[in-house]
Nanobody, 122 residues
Framework: QVQLVESGGGLVQTGGSLRLSCAAS????????MGWFRQAPGKEREFVAA????????SYADSAKGRFTISRDNAKNTGYLQMNSLKPEDTAVYYC???????????????WGKGTLVTVSS
């Protein structure tokens, strides 16, 4: 199983940027697709972005398109989520997760990090 640790969250003003990182250890990170999800207070966990094991394929939620960029560096066992033009509605705990299959469903992910909090002030 892969262990995941997110970092890079924090407080940012509307329009600002943050880069989240997801450090992986344990089983081979490069064998998994990686996804970013988020959960705001009182809401269900939702898909944000995904990247295939080889970085060839990416997918974004409509809310993330044009503002967020997912990437990974398999040599460093690390994934990233660059978030630009942040809005107050982006406020949430952000989680990275991995899966052996290509999916955007939280229930289908194999391993999860504990999350990092992103707060966007208006």
């Amino acid at each position: 199983q892969v262990q995941l640790v997110e970092s890079g969250g924090g407080l940012v003003q509307t329009g600002g940027s943050l880069r989240l990182s997801c450090a992986a250890s344990g089983r081979t990170f490069r064998g998994y697709m990686m996804g970013w999800f988020r959960q705001a207070p009182g809401k269900e966990r939702e898909f944000v972005a995904a990247i295939s094991a080889s970085s060839v394929t990416t997918s974004y939620a409509d809310s993330a398109k044009g503002r967020f960029t997912i990437s990974r560096d398999n040599a460093k066992n690390t994934g990233y989520l660059q978030m630009n033009s942040l809005k107050p509605e982006d406020t949430a705990v952000y989680y990275c997760a991995v899966s052996m299959i290509w999916t955007s469903r939280p229930a289908a992910m194999d391993s999860w990090g504990k999350g990092t909090l992103v707060t966007v002030s208006s």
